[in-house]
């Protein structure tokens, strides 16, 4: 199975400064099909997970330019160009290159 | 807007069984890859089951597998998930959600159904 380790697992932002969220898989998610099959989530206090990114670096409808998604094969990153208060929440990412498995989360909070 | 609405949950005992299910509406359901993941009370999320938009092939982590079964009817827009042998582990908050179309992720959830599993 493939594992995902996220790390920071918490982090606390003050509004305005960049936040980064570190996220790294057991195997390589570059499939022979040339995509990587690597997502970002939000879960938001009380909601449902939210999609941000997809394979990779693709923005999902409507996510604010203020996040940004990088990396390849194993190592990926969110980027939080500016944190606001509506960002609180516990970020996951996740793969499906072989069946799906999430990272363990990171809790994001305002300073 | 793309809805979709789980029902079904409640308590039940070990070993007993439960029939989740997800109504959808506002999109063409038979189209679309559908996922149900869970969440443990305070816990991350986990990968529970997904089907092909025809329902030909279905996909369980072992840790379901041989216990749950996912089923859709598309002529009822409806997504199912039948649970049998429930374990205490088996607690959570179930989401079913829709794949965004031609990308192996939901971009859609539904709000969740409480399962818990007790004697």
């Known amino acids: 199975d493939i594992v995902m380790t996220q790390t920071p697992l918490s982090l606390s932002v003050i509004p305005g400064q960049p936040a980064s969220i570190s996220c790294k898989s057991s195997?390589?998610?570059?499939?022979?099909?040339?995509?990587?099959?690597f997502y970002w989530y939000l879960q938001k206090p009380g909601q449902s997970p939210q999609l941000l990114i997809y394979e990779v670096s693709n923005r999902f409808s409507g996510v604010p330019d203020r996040f940004s998604g990088s990396g390849s094969g194993t190592d990926f990153t969110l980027k939080i160009s500016r944190v606001e208060a509506e960002d609180v929440g516990v970020y996951y990412c996740m793969q499906s290159i072989q069946s799906r498995t999430f990272g363990q989360g990171t809790k994001l909070e305002i300073k | 807007e793309v809805q979709l609405l789980e029902s079904g949950g409640g308590l039940v005992q070990p070993g007993g069984s439960l029939r989740l299910s997800c109504a959808v509406s506002a999109f063409i359901f038979d189209n679309y890859v559908m996922t149900w993941v869970r969440q443990a009370p305070g816990k991350g999320l986990e990968w529970v089951s997904t089907?092909?938009?025809?329902?030909?092939?279905?996909y369980y982590p072992d840790s379901v597998k041989g216990r749950f079964t996912v089923s859709r009817d598309n002529s009822k827009n409806a997504l199912y998930l039948q649970m049998d042998s429930l374990r205490v582990e088996d607690t959570a908050v179930y989401y079913c959600?829709?794949?965004?179309?031609?990308?192996?992720?939901?971009?859609?959830w539904g709000q969740g159904t409480l399962v818990t599993v007790s004697s």
């Open positions: 959600a829709r794949d965004k179309w031609l990308v192996r992720a939901p971009d859609y």
């Open positions: 195997q390589s998610l570059l499939n022979s099909d040339g995509k990587t099959y």
């Open positions: 089907i092909t938009g025809s329902g030909d092939k279905t």
